[in-house]
């Protein structure tokens, strides 16, 4: 007589249903929650602000919150609540628009260099180089080069972050190569570009698009630093990062002036970041099979 181990079945089993899409995916609703919530922010800057973020006025410097100042002011006298919600604005754009840079150039430069050898040759030798600095070292060089300004921050954060999406775009398309798929298109003679564009861009969508969400953190991190030590936007643009470094003098009888653009900057990182590891699983065939 033999016995036969039977294995227990799951509750998707029993049930014969799967699980709703947001239960499956609970940090990509979560993280696009968040994330569509200071989204919201930053574009209602203008209705949301109280007062010009700018405007100073001695007479009422260094208050506590009240129904007047929610979030206090300042050692000049500015209305903390209006720079954290003008700051939204800058930091979202320089984190969005350096994520569309670096995903665009690295995908430029990835595709050349995984379907050519003498380009990835020279090619990827540069971005070694690049990789070997570390991204804020290298934005705050690139930043000491050029003026304090907007497109300044958003190109310097951007050429440290091109080497990444490169070599993960090289490494998907030296992968692609050998697939069979690939070697008939040139058997029967299609074009290089035609290739690309078929065969191997598609391929490419869904790593760079989970790509795009940590370089989008990564940037916003990045350009808290560089205003924070002075080196990012002009003081005139209310940040994150420059708020922040206006508040550190007088952190121990005002921390809130601290705290509070702080913890606006970590919602924020924290939902682009669970909407990168939703998105991961959800593009991943393998992970989507589990849940």
Same mark, same amino acid.
């Given at each position: 007589?033999?016995?036969?181990?039977?294995?227990?079945?799951?509750?998707?089993?029993?049930?014969?249903?799967?699980?709703?899409?947001?239960?499956?995916?609970?940090?990509?609703?979560?993280?696009?929650?968040?994330?569509?919530?200071?989204?919201?922010?930053?574009?209602?800057?203008?209705?949301?602000?109280?007062?010009?973020? #700018?405007?100073?006025?001695?007479?009422?410097?260094? %208050?506590?919150?009240?129904?007047?100042?929610?979030?206090?002011?300042?050692?000049?006298?500015?209305?903390?609540?209006?720079?954290?919600?003008?700051?939204?604005?800058?930091?979202?754009?320089?984190? $969005?628009?350096?994520?569309?840079?670096?995903?665009?150039?690295?995908?430029?430069?990835?595709?050349?260099?995984?379907?050519?050898?003498?380009?990835?040759?020279?090619?990827?030798?540069?971005?070694?180089?690049?990789?070997?600095?570390?991204?804020?070292?290298?934005?705050?060089?690139?930043?000491?080069?050029? %003026?304090?300004?907007?497109?300044?921050?958003? #190109?310097?954060?951007?050429?440290?972050?091109?080497?990444?999406?490169?070599?993960?775009? %090289?490494?998907?398309?030296?992968?692609?190569?050998?697939?069979?798929?690939?070697?008939? #298109?040139?058997?029967?003679?299609?074009?290089?570009?035609?290739?690309?564009?078929?065969?191997?861009?598609?391929?490419? @969508?869904?790593?760079?698009?989970?790509?795009?969400?940590?370089?989008?953190?990564?940037?916003?991190?990045?350009?808290? @630093?560089?205003? $924070?030590?002075? #080196?990012?936007?002009?003081?005139?643009?209310?940040?994150?990062?420059?708020?922040?470094?206006?508040? +550190?003098?007088?952190?121990?009888?005002?921390?809130?002036? @601290?705290?509070?653009?702080? !913890?606006?900057?970590?919602?924020?990182?924290?939902?682009?970041?669970?909407? !990168?590891?939703?998105? +991961?699983?959800?593009?991943?065939?393998?992970?989507?099979?589990?849940?």
């Amino acid at each position: 007589m033999t016995l036969t181990l039977v294995a227990p079945a799951t509750s998707a089993q029993t049930t014969g249903k799967r699980r709703p899409w947001w239960k499956r995916h609970l940090s990509i609703v979560i993280g696009g929650l968040l994330l569509a919530l200071m989204v919201a922010i930053a574009v209602a800057a203008p209705l949301l602000g109280t007062v010009d973020p #700018a405007a100073l006025s001695p007479i009422r410097r260094l %208050r506590m919150p009240s129904e007047q100042y929610w979030f206090g002011t300042d050692a000049l006298g500015r209305d903390v609540y209006s720079r954290v919600v003008y700051g939204a604005r800058a930091s979202l754009f320089v984190g $969005f628009a350096v994520a569309l840079l670096a995903v665009l150039a690295g995908l430029l430069f990835g595709l050349l260099a995984g379907f050519n050898r003498w380009i990835d040759a020279i090619l990827m030798r540069i971005m070694d180089g690049l990789m070997s600095i570390p991204s804020v070292l290298l934005a705050i060089a690139l930043m000491a080069l050029t %003026r304090a300004s907007l497109e300044n921050v958003i #190109a310097a954060i951007a050429i440290a972050e091109i080497p990444r999406v490169t070599r993960l775009v %090289r490494s998907v398309v030296l992968s692609l190569r050998e697939q069979p798929f690939v070697e008939a #298109a040139i058997a029967v003679g299609t074009s290089t570009p035609l290739i690309l564009w078929r065969h191997i861009l598609p391929n490419t @969508i869904a790593p760079l698009i989970v790509q795009a969400t940590y370089i989008a953190a990564s940037a916003i991190i990045t350009e808290a @630093i560089l205003s $924070f030590i002075g #080196a990012g936007l002009p003081p005139s643009i209310p940040t994150w990062g420059n708020i922040i470094a206006e508040g +550190r003098a007088i952190f121990q009888v005002r921390p809130h002036l @601290i705290l509070i653009p702080a !913890g606006f900057l970590s919602i924020t990182v924290l939902a682009i970041n669970l909407l !990168g590891d939703g998105m +991961r699983d959800a593009l991943d065939p393998r992970l989507a099979r589990q849940l």
